[in-house]
């Protein structure tokens, strides 16, 4: 084979070109006209080409790298960055080859640039020498070459000292990303990064989004946890970077829960209550903080004890009583936590009932996200929830018309008030209801005309939710059709996937759908040309004149498994296929060949005409 394969890679076509340089790289081989041909696809005009020529030099190892490592100081910059590619799939051993990898670092090209960054950083390179280089690498101002740094960051151990000290001027810059750069990397050394903590909480004060730094901090590991808990910056941050740290940082969070700092108990409880599963040893302590003589500090613990599952239990009694607090916060997050643990309904009802009724929106609200957790819970205060839809402030509408939905089709009395909620001020109640009246099945004609009404809502996750309530209500939506079929052409992407979904239930009859869904198999987007293929597949062979299409589909790499699956689904043909079926008996390709002749059958004695 391997004649025909150098034979291919002067192909006129470059999908040949680089299916020969694939098909080689999958066999070991000795012939040096092959190896050279591929160094000379290294420099093909088309880039696929190129990297396919570069991954099978890459796959033959040893017996390719002294051809790449020549092929460096190549005067051909195309020549020069390939070479640098394939050699950064490999463990470059030799000596030789290293010296030429860091004699080819000296370019202006970013590209070249992180290429032998990451080639280096993958070979034996002295780990002092990679630290140079690394350190240099982080301070390009060109993004691809600081990542290649940072692929360089993770091979390094601790005794990257020359590392550490870039990235802490980098840390101290005025600039935003340089700062967030610096963290990250910092992160990546982990315990070795830890002489740096000081000075990443310092620009954690000065940064406007504290997230990246935040996250930086916790990967450095427990030595982070006494920085993390002392901090100032965003509590909820903070404590989830702490939870992240794990177990390790279990037995410090348990001895801060007695400190003298209401925010270092607080934000020690919330970490605990964000570990996955929560501390055992935890949930009595942090039981006991229901009493805190900190508001702040109650709340977290109410919050937390949710997440421990039935362990909780032995908290339920302390619970019930912080769910009638003074202060709002730990009302809402006790009546939430109660509703995620085994407490007696009676007692819970009790609480419940006290919570939706509270004076602070807060609390009702919570009461609601509290009862959707349980669809009989739910359906037992649907009459409440009704009445919610029109209370005065918009977070208890919002989770009103969610925990509607929970119940399912047995709240269709509620039908009517999630129609007028379609038409709420706040966009997130329109999207609740419209997905609630699709979960409880409405399916009377007004609701329908109003869902046709909200496909043209201002509001795109208003029209991303009406397409799937359609969806799920089916058939008796099928005046929306063409109201549907018109968002093919959306400018969202996740809109015009939903719309896909929805015509396919919808629809009254392929004819009625594969029309439009054939004009979406040529979406310059690869997944709604996916999801079109699929949906004309669902109808059969009622969507045989999909056939051309989908067949020429088979020709590109991104779209030929979606599009052998509408072919296998659909399983017929008529005559207008026939030219294309005909022209696919001389392809090269084994299966497009196949599916010709199968097809071609399904049409009968016109293909033989």
Known sequence: ALPALLNSLRDDSSRVRAGSARAIGWMSVDSEPVLDALVVAMSDSDEDVRQQAAQSLANQGAKAEQRLADSLASESLTLRTTAAVALSQMHVESSATIAALKSALDTADEELQAAVVIALARSR???????????????????????????????????????????????????SQQRDFAARAIGLLGDAGATAIPAMLSALEQAEDQRPIIRAISNIGPRAVPGLLNADGDNQ???????????????????????????????????????????????APIS????????????????????????ASVALDDLIEAAQDDHGEIRANAIYSLAQLPVDKEKFRAALTRSMNDHEA??????LDAVSLDPESAKSVLEHLTASLSDREVIVRRSAALAIGSV???AKSAESELLSALGD??????????????KIKATDEKTVVALQSSLNDSQAAVIRATLTALQAIGKPAAQCSDNVAALLTHESPEIRSAAIAALTKITPDAATAVPPLIKSLEDNDWAIRRDASL????????????VPVLFRMLDSEEDTDSARGALREIDD?????????????????RRRRYYAVSLLRKVGPPAQA
């Open 237 to 283: 941050q903070l404590a989830e970077a702490l939870a992240a740290i794990g177990a390790q940082a279990e037995r410090e969070l348990l001895v801060a829960i007695a400190s003298d700092h209401a925010k270092v108990r607080q934000r020690a409880i919330r970490a605990l209550g964000g570990m996955k599963p929560v501390p055992t040893a935890s949930i």
């Open 425 to 438: 001020s706040d966009s997130e109640v329109r999207v609740h209801a419209a997905e609630s009246l699709g």
């Open 535 to 546: 949906a004309l597949g669902s109808f059969g062979s009622e969507a045989r004149s999909a």
């Open 362 to 367: 807060v609390v009702r609200a919570r009461a």
């Open 573 to 589: 043909a008529d005559q207008q296929a026939v030219p294309i079926l005909i022209e696919g008996l001389n392809s090269d390709d």
């Open 408 to 410: 399912g089709p047995d």
């Open 125 to 175: 390179t002295d780990r002092g020498e990679l630290a140079a280089v690394v350190a240099r690498a982080l301070a390009s101002n060109e993004r691809r070459v600081r990542d290649a740094g940072m692929i360089g960051l993770q091979k390094l151990d601790a005794a990257s000292g020359e590392v550490l000290p870039r990235l802490l001027e980098m840390l101290a810059s005025q600039d």
């Open 288 to 311: 006991e903080a229901l009493h805190d003589a900190s508001p702040d500090v109650r709340a977290a613990a109410a919050w937390s004890l949710g997440n421990a599952g039935p362990a």
